[in-house]
């Protein structure tokens, strides 16, 4: 399968405990996105690497929230402190071109408790 | 004002019918304009691009874009169950690298 791979897929995690969730992008592709998406509302924008570099982060992500891009290749998310509002559906995506779509991984729901 | 407005709905049409999907955005540099198809529990997949005014085919699915306007539409001709889906219109910003989403119409097609 060479589309946007995302693990975990799922993930409950107790208030206050971090989490990390993993992506991996389509191979030729040099620009990675992270969106969150809650329950009857579009993506949200929350952060953009080209290649290992992190050029654009949302003015909305709060500090407990990092993500990296080693080599270029795969990302990392991870949410630390979680909160029940973190509670939602994290996605990853990459494109080729500035002006072309992204593609979408299958997302990581994550449920806080 | 959101950067990219779409009708909530739901939009119901009749099987065979035309579902006309309708999105405007508020920033006039915008270049890139993208609708996804996004079911039930699943990701958003990437069902039409299109950069210049005009409309745009592929296949049942007609693009049309307005920028004097900041109009963007999708017309799906022959509607099928299986098109029953949310819709996300995406737009990239003129100065922005990132798609900005509007928050999606879902459509019903009935059979």
């Known amino acids: 399968d060479t589309g946007v791979s995302q693990n975990p897929r799922h993930k409950i995690t107790k208030r206050g405990q971090n989490v990390t969730f993993r992506c991996d992008p389509i191979?030729?592709?040099?620009?990675l996105y992270w969106y969150r998406q809650t329950l009857g509302q579009g993506p949200e924008f929350l952060t953009y690497f080209q290649n290992e570099a992190q050029l654009e982060k949302s003015r909305l992500l709060s500090d407990r929230f990092s993500a990296e891009r080693p080599k270029g290749s795969f990302s990392t998310l991870e949410i630390q402190r979680t909160e029940q509002g973190d509670s939602a559906m994290y996605l990853c995506a990459s494109s080729f071109g500035q002006g072309e779509g992204a593609f979408f991984g299958q997302g990581t729901r994550l449920t806080v408790v | 004002q959101k950067e990219v407005e779409q009708n909530s709905g739901p939009l119901s049409v009749p099987e065979g019918a035309i579902a006309s999907l309708n999105c405007t955005y508020s920033d006039r540099g915008s270049q890139s304009f993208f609708w996804y198809r996004q079911y039930s529990g699943k990701s958003p997949e990437l069902i039409m691009s299109i950069y210049s005014n005009g409309d745009k085919e592929d296949g049942r699915f007609t693009a049309q874009l307005n920028k004097a306007s900041q109009y963007v539409s999708l017309l799906i001709r022959d509607s099928q169950p299986s098109d029953s889906a949310t819709y996300l219109c995406a737009v990239r910003p003129g100065s922005a690298r990132q798609l900005t989403f509007g928050s999606g119409t879902q459509l019903t097609v009935l059979p």
């Open positions: 191979s030729e592709h040099n620009r």
